[in-house]
Structures are given as C-alpha cells and as structure tokens.
C-alpha cells in the first residue's frame, strides 16, 4: 500500500504545473483525499481536498489557480497548478483517508501519504 507523488519541478513565475498522486494497493476513489506542502521552516500546510462523494476544497491563497481533480481509471489524483508564485514554492505531499473522520493539518496523520514531490518557483 502507496502513494506515490510526482510532477515536481522547477518552474518560472506564472508557469504551470500539474501533480499526480498514484495509489497502489488500495481503490484512492474510495477515500478523502489531500494535498498538503511543507515550505522551509513552515508548518505543513493543508492546500486542496476532494472527497469520496467528489466534493473540493481549497486553501484561500490557491482559490482560483490551483485544481484537484481524480482520474479513478487510473487510481489517481491530480492537482494542477496555474499562474505559480515563489510562494508555492514547497515540497508538496499527498494523503489519504477514510471519510470518516475530518481532514487533518498534516499529511502523516492521513491513512496513507507520499514521500513527497518539490515545486520551485523562481523568478
């Protein structure tokens, strides 16, 4: 049982990237799941959500150029990231979880998370 994450890079101001959060050994359509960062020397940062029944959420400074999405043909979910600053700047983790209980403030207390994938923006 995994999440694997990838998609990382490094990337100028403005740019686009897209995340993807792979699951193996688990069905990731049948949890709550969420995309967290961690910059350097900050707290781990809760940025996206989406639910079992489809529903998202999204941290303020992310509303409008940040998207999560699934693909449950491929047990995956994606975020993709528009308009990127040097403040998204961060390593970026995946988690999953059962929908039974609230979405915690950091990755490992999810049910299962990832090692993690870096973003740098730079201008």
């Known amino acids: 049982v995994r999440l694997l994450e990838s998609g990382g890079d490094s990337v100028q101001i403005g740019e686009s990237l897209r995340l993807s959060c792979t699951a193996s050994?688990?069905?990731?359509?049948?949890?709550?799941v969420a995309w967290y960062r961690r910059q350097p020397g900050n707290e781990c940062k809760l940025v996206s959500s989406?639910?079992?029944?489809?529903?998202?959420d999204y941290t303020d400074s992310v509303k409008g150029r940040f998207t999560i999405s699934q693909d449950n043909a491929r047990n995956t979910v994606y975020l993709r990231m528009n308009s990127l600053k040097p403040e998204d700047t961060a390593i970026y983790y995946c988690?999953?979880?059962?929908?039974?209980?609230?979405?915690?403030?950091?990755?490992?207390?999810?049910?299962?998370w990832g090692k993690g994938t870096l973003v740098t923006v730079s201008s």
């Open positions: 988690g999953a979880k059962d929908s039974d209980r609230p979405t915690p403030d950091c990755y490992n207390h999810m049910d299962y």
């Open positions: 050994g688990f069905t990731l359509g049948e949890t709550d």
């Open positions: 989406i639910s079992v029944e489809g529903s998202t």
